[in-house]
């Protein structure tokens, strides 16, 4: 009996996703291609986390499922089959052994992004996967209900199934582009409409301007938008020449971007000490004019927090000299300095856009694609993985950890080698 024919699979880009996916496939017997339209594979990859490589976080699936909002649910099956744990035991058995510093984000050992794209394209040459760059998929190639293959902008390929993993519209410096939406398009997908996410917002006001580089550690940000919840985000904030970024707002951002294509701004709150309230504040502001009444009020908050320039900043909106001492600030600025502290409006009037979006909220309609295989109900044998789909979540290793777990699962899945 001659031997069986391996299966021949395509996987449409070399991000996280796709070499995931590759490297998968690979492994269980098939013969993989990855076509990149970029000069260079995965990018986004190593641009990510500050070139750190946030890979993924510590927190169990049912907490991580719910942290990607109401499309978690859908993630189930590839968490499964590539949850945090091993795909950290993944990493390290390909020299690539991961930490949690902070308890909560896994980054390599060594912080670079590099070490992991370098593992995974080591990995990648040594299953003989072939990795061919600068290659622009123009259309799909069906016979009947089932794909069998991809036309290039010159000539073509056969394959008995294709992965779609060309990520998203965000940072199309580093590769982002609609290419996969319209292919899913063309065999009747939807797209739900995309908005940039994970992207600094620009503000109204212009104070922000002129502390750009100032941050806070801890702040919770929130629209103040009828039918908008007050809880928000919490995290880190930073000032920008165009508005504000930082973990608490870029996790907000893509719920603002959707409003804006709405509405022409979004209201926005800050409260800068979240662990305080307001009457706490304005107690201890009240009581500084007897212990402390000769010392900078700015000055006063840095032991609070606040950085002395953002101190001075919130002075002069509560109508009060930027250098004035406790013992002289009134009565009506205290009050209104303390509200300022606890409920600080600022007024999105847009993002930064998709050139600077590090994911994309929206993409390729879940409802049309299997969850526990990611494939395509519209067309057998295509299969989806990482950001093209509409899934996004948070700062923290999110985005990344559903990329290398939808890789693998649509990687297994193509290749017949889901576990019974």
């Known amino acids: 009996m001659p031997p069986k024919a391996k299966k021949e699979i395509l996987v449409l880009g070399a991000g996280p996703a796709g070499l995931m996916a590759a490297i998968a496939a690979a492994r269980h017997g098939a013969k993989v291609t990855v076509l990149e339209r970029m000069p260079e594979p995965a990018l986004k990859l190593r641009a990510?986390?500050?070139?750190?490589?946030?890979?993924?976080?510590?927190?169990?699936?049912?907490?991580?499922?719910?942290?990607?909002?109401?499309?978690?649910?859908?993630?189930?099956?590839?968490?499964?089959?590539?949850?945090?744990?091993?795909?950290?035991?993944?990493?390290?058995?390909?020299?690539?052994?991961?930490?949690?510093?902070?308890?909560?984000?896994?980054?390599?050992?060594?912080?670079?992004?590099?070490?992991?794209?370098?593992?995974?394209?080591?990995?990648?040459?040594?299953?003989?996967?072939?990795?061919?760059?600068?290659?622009?998929?123009?259309?799909l190639i069906r016979d009947g209900e089932r794909v069998c293959g991809v036309k290039l902008s010159k000539g073509h390929i056969e394959a008995n199934a294709v992965i779609i993993a060309t990520g998203s519209c965000g940072y199309p410096a580093l590769g982002g582009n609609d290419s996969g939406y319209a292919l899913a398009r063309s065999v009747g997908h939807t797209l739900v409409p995309v908005a940039p996410s994970l992207v600094p917002v620009v503000t109204r006001e212009r104070w922000p301007a002129e502390l750009a580089g100032v941050s806070v550690a801890d702040v919770r940000v929130w629209m103040d938008v009828p039918g908008q919840s007050k809880e928000g985000m919490r995290g880190g904030l930073l000032f920008t020449h165009h508005g504000i970024s930082g973990p608490a707002v870029l996790n907000l951002s893509g719920a603002v971007a959707r409003l804006l294509t709405k509405q022409f701004a979004v209201q926005l709150r800050l409260d800068l000490l979240p662990e305080e309230t307001v009457l706490q504040t304005l107690e201890k502001l009240n009581g500084w004019r007897s212990k402390a009444g000769k010392k900078s009020v700015a000055k006063l908050l840095v032991a609070e927090g606040l950085p002395q320039a953002l101190g001075r900043q919130l002075l002069t909106l509560a109508g009060a000299e930027p250098e004035v001492i406790a013992a002289e600030l009134s009565a009506e600025a205290r009050d209104h300095l303390a509200n300022l502290i606890h409920h600080l409006p600022l007024t999105a009037r847009d993002t930064e856009g998709f050139k600077r979006a590090m994911v994309v909220r929206g993409g390729i309609a879940l409802r049309d694609i299997i969850s526990e295989t990611l494939e395509s109900e519209k067309l057998w044998g295509l299969y989806f993985a990482g950001e093209v789909v509409d899934i996004d979540g948070p700062c923290g290793g999110f985005n990344l950890q559903w990329a290398f777990a939808s890789g693998w699962l649509a990687g297994l899945a193509a290749a017949g080698a889901l576990p019974k």
């Open 48 to 139: 990510s986390g500050g070139e750190r490589c946030n890979v993924t976080n510590t927190l169990a699936s049912e907490a991580f499922m719910e942290k990607l909002g109401r499309q978690g649910r859908f993630a189930e099956p590839a968490l499964r089959v590539m949850g945090a744990p091993y795909l950290r035991e993944f990493l390290g058995k390909l020299g690539v052994p991961t930490h949690a510093p902070n308890g909560f984000q896994v980054y390599p050992v060594s912080e670079k992004s590099s070490d992991v794209l370098n593992a995974l394209l080591a990995e990648v040459q040594r299953l003989k996967v072939k990795l061919l760059t600068g290659m622009q998929v123009v259309e």
